[in-house]
Structures are given as C-alpha cells and as structure tokens.
C-alpha cells in the first residue's frame, strides 16, 4: 500500500486511449527506472479501473500530473494467513476494546488515507479525483473500507479493492497508534477464512517488511492474480460477512 508520492514520471510511455475498454500494455513492459511506470493517460472509469486491477496494475500520480499507471516488479505481497504482529503488540491487543468492521463508513477512511501526514510526501496522490473514483467503485460493490473503532470515533482503517478472490490494498492510516495494523490484521484473518489466499500491497516499504509482508517477482504475482481474479467472490455484503473483529481476539499468536 502506497505510503508517499511519486513524482518522477516519463514522457516516452504509451498513452492510453480514451476508450474505457482498451487494453493495457502488458505488465512486464513496464520501465525499471521508475520502476513500474507502465502508461499515462485515460481515465478512473469503474471499468478501466476494473480492467487495470485484473492485470496487476494500479493508477499512482500527483497534482498536476496525467493519470500514471504502474505495475512495478517485484511486488509486494501478503498471504492472508501471514501477518505478522509483534509480541509486544500483541499483549497490548490482549487489553484493547476497539472493534473492526468493513464497509460502514467508507468515506471517512479514504478522507482519512487522503489527509494523514507521510514521510517524504508533498500532498498527496489522493487527490479528489481518486476519491470520487474509488467512492463509485465502491457504491458499485468493488471498494471496500476496514474500520477500527474505539466506540464511534474512527482509529485506524484501509481500503482497497476486491475481484474474484484477491483484494488489492490502497492505502491505510492510524489515527492512533496500532490503527492501521489492527486493520490489516483483521482484514488479513477474514479473507483467509473467504479463501481469498492473497492480498496486494503493491509497492516495498519497511513498515509493511514488518508486518510479514513479501517481495513477489511480478511475473510470479500476475500469474497469481489471472487466475485468482477469475474466481467467484462469495456472495453477500462485506458489513455482513465481515461482521465484528474484536481486537483484542488477534492477539493470540498464531500455533505452529
């Protein structure tokens, strides 16, 4: 999950049509210096941004720049079963009441992700557009938000998108220490317990090293999603079946 900005760019990259349906260059066309940057142009259109996340790739670009489009190589990636929380942490989760629910408040977690504070960054490539874009894939069932609450304020969250049975995280933040593990953490048990065996977090920092994150070659990876993003999604609601994650039951660490 993106945690700064971006702001080298190419002038020599393939622009993307107008037309929503067109397809993308293919993901090991993408330079290695920016690493990834695979085209510019187009649009945030639900089905272009559909079309992108089915073929590994994402949009990632700052004010004032064209739609920038990347799939950067390796990747990184957590298996659904492998994230980690430290001891430490965890027995302070063992005291903690916050709770973790999905899809109740998506719009103050993306507001959230647009305005936290990030080392390095100038602004943010959250821009107005993103959440406009990213708030109509969700009303269209695609983008869904994890929230941690401590009663009715909102700690910690994340969102990102779904297809078939991967999500492709997008960002995430804590409004107070430990938010946006616990968000991670939760959302990382239940798409294990959906089958869902993967969750992209797109590009390498220490913080997400740590929390058991890997570095996938991204041939690895695209393989990984053609066949994962084919598959049905279970039926229902994310509030629904999500339900409530209390914190303090991911403390427990995990046997074997």
């Not at 293919?26 to 996340?53: F, V």
């Not at 089915?54 to 659904?80: A, E, K, M, N």
């Not at 009663?151 to 220490?177: H, N, P, Q, T």
Request: hydrophobic share 40%.
């Amino acid at each position: 999950m993106r945690m700064g900005d971006h702001r080298g760019m190419s002038t020599h990259l393939p622009m993307l049509p107008s037309d929503p349906n067109a397809p993308f260059p293919p993901g090991h066309a993408a330079l290695r210096q920016p690493d990834g940057l695979l085209a510019m142009g187009g649009d945030l259109s639900p089905t272009r941004l559909l079309n992108a996340y089915r073929h590994g790739i994402f949009p990632w670009y700052s004010d004032g720049q064209p739609i920038l489009w990347w799939c950067p190589d390796p990747r990184t990636v957590f298996r659904s079963d492998g994230v980690h929380l430290s001891t430490r942490f965890r027995r302070w989760l063992g005291r903690c009441d916050w709770v973790v629910r999905a899809d109740t408040c998506f719009d103050r977690v993306i507001t959230a992700c647009s305005g936290i504070p990030r080392a390095g960054q100038h602004g943010t490539w959250i821009t107005s557009e993103m959440i406009d874009a990213y708030g109509e894939l969700h009303r269209l069932g695609h983008a869904h938000s994890i929230e941690v609450l401590a009663g009715d304020r909102l700690v910690g969250g994340l969102y990102g998108v779904s297809i078939g049975k991967v999500f492709f995280g997008e960002s995430m933040f804590s409004a107070e220490s430990g938010g946006s593990k616990i968000a991670l953490a939760a959302l990382g048990r239940r798409l294990a317990e959906w089958g869902f065996p993967l969750l992209d977090a797109q590009v390498e920092n220490d913080h997400l090293l740590s929390l058991g994150a890997e570095l996938w070659p991204r041939e690895h990876f695209l393989a990984a999603v053609a066949e994962l993003a084919t598959e049905p999604e279970p039926a229902g609601s994310w509030t629904t079946r999500f339900g409530a994650v209390l914190a303090s039951e991911l403390a427990p660490a995990r046997s074997g």
